[in-house]
């Protein structure tokens, strides 16, 4: 079949599919304009405007600020992550006008024939056409396992990928109505990452909404009942009301999200995900793939030792490399070697290689079967079983090549390339030899006769060294899991300085129906050799059952179900398009050694969220306690809008900028919103307390209202500074440097007359101002210490 025409392609319907890694522009203004803060914000700001002075309506900037800051933050971030997902975008083969192209996702039209080949992913629906031993593993689809062996006329869907065989198929669902695109927005197997950190502050905009509405109510009708000026009865309601709002938190949320995405993205790494992020600080478990991670791509043919003498060695080796037309790293180190397939070698029936079975074969005819994979599966003991260990132990990766009278006649061959029809199943041998129809196959060890042992050179990545001896600094524990001999894996750990990397299992001995037990045995050995596809995902669900937050690093078609799994999945950028389908970051120019980068930058965006969650919540808590009080007592509010301006802009608004994009290597915990109401609650109350206190004692003195205020407004710095103090910890110079600096501003605004005017301050009644330094000195004590009760309390 010769595919579309140029003219049949213009007209067709493309696959335009929105990127998930980034919102629209449209729906990043409505995100960052149309929020029910600044619905409130602007009602409370236009309130000013016409009843207040227009100093009281400063907090009114706060909106255009949040707004403008978050929509450059997030588009910066959006084009990063889309510049980095088009490179990240695997091209489509298709055949075109007779010929083979390859194409970009988006530019595969309704009715183009699309080849496939191992570890391609399917980006369409479609229909087979040809099919040569083709596998497509729909597990992400339908949560079965097994690989589907398709035949002409079978259909496809999109969300699947290839895992064994060639093949093609016409797209008959593009866009839009593809079924993997259309599982994606009901949000049912394909999903975002969850986040702790994202839910949480959710959750405190959600209550603090329904507290300010009534809490608001009590204070507005409070001051309109008990003050003879309607002026200052609305500025003092606003006050309140305003200062109960955390306008900035969502706005540091999304600008830690969005920077640490940038600074990926300039080390060439895609967080497909954004709350991916948060991921990253919380994995204390790094599952690795020995192939394409510790070792960099590619392998290198070593040495090829005969088992028995007169058998043509070379023509079988060059003939099985050179069967498939996308050959995997296996075959291309042989023919690196072996240039050319040999005349008088054709293949008949044939069998790819996959995971599963860990072999591939061939019938040539008057030449035999031949059959090439791992000697532990296909040898059954002997001399060449027990040397192809030794090797192994090495740390070389070994082959085994045997000749077979036949290949297995039930259904598990596929004939060789042009007759395009099916296999119906795998094989796998009882526990007799025989073999019977399942997934798992190996060969039949006892009708093979082992030929030749082959060695391959793996190389180990120049910077693995260094990333492990940082993970392990970290306290991130390294599982080395991989479809190797057990012994070769444990001899790469070993030289990598991993951790009990010299004591390895053999997972064809793991139990598969003891999660409790399997993860016991996870938690002891640090090296897995010999492990499935299907026994991957099932490590990662014993480690998270025990309670870890696991991560997995892959590049092949074998590690996907685990990828998909894992709490953060990392894909190498040189791996199959299936593998960088599915997780949550990509690491696009190979580096093993950006990983690092990685679990740091979502460590310092988490752990300075906390901090900033702090710094919020702690004013929120203050202006509820202050509010209800007033609004009870009917007394007048302690300060105005303005006051609050200058205040929150010194000890949270300009910190916050700092804090929440800072250098930090705090692994995160679970227990984020617990730990912030622990310390933001005691926190908030004390400088209410403390605030109250300060201006009841100014207020029943013979000073005026605006020297009231002052004193109220130097308490509630000076507290709310302490606060800034305890969450800055620990202080290192540039940290001592800003809550400094935040002090002189306001020593120095109290000390100019233009901005004590501006701000409506007088600090002319020493008493006042004494007591007011006096009662913040005794408040900030008490925060010290009821924060550290409170810190110390498990829930």
């Not at 700001?45 to 997030?74: K, M, P, S, T």
């Not at 507290?211 to 309607?230: C, K, R, T, W």
Request: hydrophobic share 50%; aromatic share 6%; proline share 5%.
């Amino acid at each position: 079949m010769d595919g579309l025409t140029s003219a049949q392609v213009a007209g067709a319907k493309t696959n335009d599919v929105p990127r998930r890694s980034s919102r629209s522009l449209s729906a990043i203004i409505r995100a960052n304009v149309f929020t029910l803060f600044n619905l409130v914000i602007g009602l409370l700001w236009a309130l000013i405007l016409i009843f207040g002075e227009w100093q009281d309506g400063l907090f009114g900037l706060i909106i255009v600020a949040n707004a403008l800051i978050g929509i450059i933050q997030e588009l910066r971030a959006k084009r990063t992550l889309d510049k980095l997902a088009v490179i990240n975008d695997a091209p489509v083969r298709v055949r075109r006008d007779g010929g083979e192209r390859l194409i970009q996702p988006r530019q595969v039209v309704l009715g183009d024939l699309i080849l496939l080949g191992p570890g391609d992913r399917l980006l369409v629906d479609g229909e087979v056409i040809e099919s040569d031993g083709l596998e497509v593993d729909e597990s992400l689809l339908t949560g079965e396992a097994d690989p589907v062996h398709k035949q002409p006329g079978d259909q496809v869907l999109s969300g699947s990928f290839a895992v064994a065989g060639e093949g093609s198929f016409v797209a008959t669902k593009v866009g839009t109505d593809a079924y993997a695109v259309k599982l994606a927005e009901e949000a049912s197997k394909f999903h975002l990452a969850h986040s702790e950190l994202r839910e949480g502050v959710a959750n405190f905009i959600k209550y603090i909404t329904w507290l300010v509405i009534p809490i608001g109510a009590l204070l507005i009708y409070s001051q309109l009942s008990n003050s003879a000026d309607f002026r200052t009865a609305i500025t003092g309601a606003v006050a309140g009301i305003v200062t109960m709002i955390p306008e900035g938190l969502v706005l540091m949320t999304s600008i830690a999200f969005a920077v640490g995405v940038v600074r990926l993205g300039r080390r060439q790494c895609l967080v497909q995900e954004l709350p991916a992020i948060e991921g990253l600080a919380r994995v204390d478990v790094l599952c690795l793939d020995k192939t394409g991670t510790l070792t960099a791509g590619g392998m290198d043919l070593d040495q090829v030792l005969p088992l028995s003498g007169g058998q043509p060695v070379d023509a079988a080796l060059a003939a099985l490399a050179h069967l498939d037309r996308r050959p995997n790293a296996t075959a291309q180190a042989i023919r690196a070697r072996y240039p050319d397939a040999g005349d008088g070698w054709a293949a008949g029936a044939t069998v790819p290689f996959s995971s599963a079975r860990k072999w591939s074969g061939a019938d040539f005819g008057e030449h035999g079967a031949w059959l090439l994979g791992a000697p532990d599966v296909l040898l059954d003991g002997g001399d060449g079983y027990d040397r192809a260990a030794e090797l192994a132990a090495t740390g070389t990766r070994v082959l085994a090549l045997c000749r077979a009278a036949t290949l297995p006649t039930d259904g598990n061959s596929r004939p060789a390339r042009g007759n395009h029809t099916t296999a119906v199943e795998h094989a796998e041998p009882s526990e007799h030899g025989a073999l019977s129809a399942s997934v798992d196959l190996v060969a039949p060890v006892a009708l093979v006769e082992p030929v030749a042992l082959i060695t391959l050179k793996q190389r180990v990545r120049p910077d693995a060294q260094q990333t492990l001896r940082y993970f392990a600094k970290q306290g991130v524990t390294i599982k080395v899991i991989s479809g190797d001999n057990p012994a070769a894996v444990s001899a790469i750990a070993t030289s990598l300085e991993i951790p009990g990397g010299e004591r390895s299992i053999d997972a064809r001995t793991l139990p598969d129906d003891d999660e409790g037990k399997l993860g016991e045995l996870l938690d002891s050995h640090t090296v897995f050799g010999r492990v499935s596809p299907r026994q991957k995902r099932q490590f990662v669900a014993a480690l998270q059952a025990r309670g870890h937050t696991v991560a997995m690093t892959g590049d092949g078609v074998n590690d996907v179900l685990a990828l998909k799994d894992a709490d953060l999945g990392i894909a190498m950028g040189a791996g199959s398009p299936a593998t960088k389908a599915v997780a949550q970051v990509v690491l696009l120019d190979d580096k093993f050694a950006t990983l690092p980068h990685v679990v740091a930058e979502g460590r310092r965006v988490l752990a300075n969220i906390e901090r900033v969650s702090n710094l919020f919540l702690t004013k929120t808590f203050y202006a509820i306690v202050l509010s209800l009080v007033v609004g009870v007592a009917g007394v007048m509010f302690p300060f105005a809008p303005r006051h609050s301006t200058l205040t929150n802009a010194l000890t949270i608004g300009i910190p916050a900028l700092f804090l929440a994009l800072a250098p930090t290597l705090e692994r995160s915990r679970p227990g984020f919103v617990r730990r912030v109401l622990r310390f933001a609650v005691p926190a908030g109350v004390l400088c209410a307390v403390a605030v109250l206190l300060s201006f009841w004692a100014a207020h029943s003195g013979t000073s005026t209202l605006i020297e009231d205020q002052t004193s109220a407004v130097i308490t509630l710095f000076l507290t709310t500074w302490w606060v800034l103090v305890l969450i800055a910890r620990p202080l290192n110079w540039w940290r001592v440097v800003l809550v400094g600096s935040m002090a002189a501003l306001f020593a120095i605004g109290l000390s100019m007359p233009f901005v004590r005017a501006f701000f409506a301050l007088e600090p002319g009644d020493l008493s006042n101002d004494l007591t007011a330094v006096g009662v913040s000195v005794v408040a900030a004590a008490a925060i010290s210490i009821a924060v550290k009760l409170a810190g110390s309390l498990r829930t």
